[in-house]
């Protein structure tokens, strides 16, 4: 990682790199042993390239035969229009916010209103003073609008996002897989199914021809996109999935309950808090019993802060509907990826996002200039829910808010977000924590650290 000079030299003055993180991240104090998990071999070096907790992929690219039912569905268009107008939905999307509540318009109201009236206290023409607030808001407020997507705009979506939504979902599939090897879901469920990334990265992940996916998408034009997809890119075609159905509306009289349910980048399409609560809470009712609930969205601050906000919805509506104060004895489901803990983040406290990446290769029909063989990263943020009560096993931390930081001399600065709910600044170098040290040089962000944080009797 490239570090400017003046970081890298605070660094090495002071003991905490002041440049580089917050006052909620502390360095691990002096009392608190560090203990290697009983599952890494000391010493075997060739162990910690693929030490139990790294779950980040390498680059992910899309299998040759899916690119090309891809290609054949976007066969149609103008290469270079079709990338300009790709770009300009891909931005777009990534800049989007949530809409406002009312009642927070309303308290915005109030202040400006109060506001201008101490400013004109002479002239207090109520139409005047009503013309002024809007225009101001009109300034400060967001306008949401809800995207029509139409065939075109379907179309610019899979050529923009497909690869990227792909290998998020890739990457997040893969930690379940690897932490619970038993698990292989029979049928899922995908709310707000787009062009249908989860079927293939679900494929990807546990190659089975027999699961079941339903799809829901209020789009008719995404779902025949999605369909033509999985049918080489002509309707006469039979699918590649056996077990594949589309719904435009949520299914709320339908009792059947799914082993893997997925949302991914679909928040932000509801018009409310109350909206997205209501479909969080229909969502976990389609759970079954020892599955899992994966929220997905942009890896920006408006992203993180709809996954925050549905993380404490589930505390307190689902997790905790008796208000029990200690977390720890909710027995009805608890967090599974990425919070080791199940207290307040304590990023937000901070007003930093926690978000991570993942390198993909985009579409070769849709190449931003950069050639072919160049890569991409995409950043999210995301939370996967199990069914099932929190495990008695302890938890390992998970390195969060930066990759680690490797700088001259062999130290290497990572943070870590602990089962406690904190976030600790861990150094390492090759007299101090040596083991951890070599654990980090093959670590990435969102990887977990295989190391037990213990207090020293």
């Known amino acids: 990682m490239n570090v400017p000079k003046f970081m890298l030299n605070k660094i090495q003055i002071k003991n905490r790199p002041i440049w580089i993180f917050h006052q909620c991240i502390k360095t691990v104090p002096k009392n608190i042993e560090l203990q290697i998990d009983s599952s890494v071999k000391i010493g075997d070096f060739k162990q910690y390239k693929s030490h139990p907790g790294k779950y980040s992929l390498k680059c992910i690219e899309l299998p040759e035969k899916l690119e090309e039912s891809i290609n054949k569905v976007l066969g149609d268009y103008n290469i270079k229009a079709l990338r300009d107008q790709a770009n300009n939905l891909k931005l777009y999307l990534h800049d989007r916010r949530c809409p406002k509540e009312k009642n927070e318009i309303y308290e915005l109201k109030d202040k400006i209103r109060e506001k201008l009236l101490l400013e004109n206290e002479e002239q207090c023409d109520k139409d005047s003073i009503e013309k002024q607030i809007e225009k101001i808001l009109r300034t400060k407020v967001h306008r949401w609008l809800k995207i ?9 979506y899979l050529a923009s996002r497909f690869a990227s939504d792909y290998a998020v979902l890739s990457q997040i599939f893969n930690e379940i ?25 679900s494929q990807r992940t546990w190659p089975n021809q027999s699961i079941g996916f339903l799809n829901i998408d209020s789009s008719s034009y995404m779902n025949t996109i999605a369909n033509l997809i999985t049918r080489d890119g002509i309707a006469s075609n039979s699918s590649c999935f056996k077990n594949m159905f589309f719904k435009r509306n949520f299914p709320k009289s339908d009792q059947e309950e799914y082993e893997l349910v997925t949302s991914a980048f679909t928040l932000f399409e509801l018009p409310d808090r109350a909206s997205r609560f209501q479909h969080l809470s229909l969502l976990w009712n389609k759970l ?35 208000k029990i104060i200690n977390r720890a004895e909710i027995d009805n489901g608890h967090i599974f990826s990425p919070c080791p ?23 070769k029909v849709y190449d931003w200039g950069k050639g072919n063989d160049a890569n991409e990263e995409f950043p999210y943020s995301y939370i996967v829910l199990k069914k099932s009560p929190l495990p008695e096993t302890k938890i390992w931390p998970r390195l969060v808010y930066r990759q680690p930081l490797k700088i001259r001399g062999g130290i290497i600065h990572s943070w870590l977000c602990t089962e406690d709910g904190n976030v600790e600044h861990l150094v390492a170098s090759k007299n101090r924590n040596k083991t951890s040290r070599s654990l980090l040089r093959y670590s990435k962000l969102g990887d977990s650290l295989p190391i037990h944080l213990d207090n020293k009797k």
């Open 148 to 156: 029509d997507y139409t065939e075109t705009v379907g179309h610019l």
């Open 177 to 201: 897989k690897k932490r619970d090897e038993s698990f292989h879901p029979n049928n899922v469920f995908d709310f707000g199914s787009g062009v249908g990334t989860v079927m293939w990265a």
């Open 288 to 322: 079954k019993k020892d599955g899992y609930l994966v929220l997905v969205e942009n890896g920006n601050k408006n992203g993180f802060n709809l996954i925050n906000e549905a993380r404490e919805f589930f505390f307190k509506e689902i997790f905790d509907p008796k």
């Open 341 to 363: 803990h199940s207290q307040t983040c304590p990023l937000v406290t901070e007003n930093l996002v926690c978000r991570f990446f993942v390198r993909f290769k985009p579409l």
